[in-house]
């Protein structure tokens, strides 16, 4: 597993965790703006670990597909990125 995998699969966690701690404060009916800030530390985890997996992603999968002599392959690398990208910032 490379570096990349490791440090989201790291996020991953700490966010399943934050989750399953929201949960039961929602359960106990704990303060709201507690649960909330609980809730976006989850999004920032989230949003770290798409970081990472979208430069892990930039540096093998895309990279190799650029050095490719495939213009197809090029222009699907692309629109994937940018179908990816629109998807992060609704």
Same mark, same amino acid.
């Given at each position: 597993?490379?570096?990349?995998?490791?440090?989201?699969?790291?996020?991953?966690?700490?966010?399943?965790?934050?989750? @399953?701690?929201?949960?039961?404060?929602? @359960?106990?009916?704990?303060?709201?703006?507690?649960?909330?800030?609980?809730?976006?530390?989850?999004?920032?985890?989230?949003?770290?670990?798409?970081?990472?997996?979208? @430069?892990?992603?930039?540096?093998?999968?895309?990279?190799?597909?650029?050095?490719?002599?495939?213009?197809?392959?090029?222009?699907?690398?692309? @629109?994937?990125?940018?179908?990816?990208?629109?998807?992060?910032?609704?």
């Amino acid at each position: 597993m490379d570096h990349y995998s490791q440090k989201t699969i790291i996020n991953f966690k700490k966010a399943r965790t934050h989750m @399953e701690k929201i949960i039961r404060m929602v @359960e106990d009916g704990e303060y709201c703006v507690d649960i909330m800030q609980q809730n976006l530390a989850v999004i920032g985890l989230l949003k770290s670990a798409h970081q990472m997996l979208m @430069e892990g992603h930039l540096n093998t999968c895309f990279k190799n597909a650029m050095t490719s002599n495939k213009p197809d392959r090029h222009q699907k690398m692309i @629109e994937e990125i940018l179908r990816v990208t629109k998807l992060l910032n609704k």
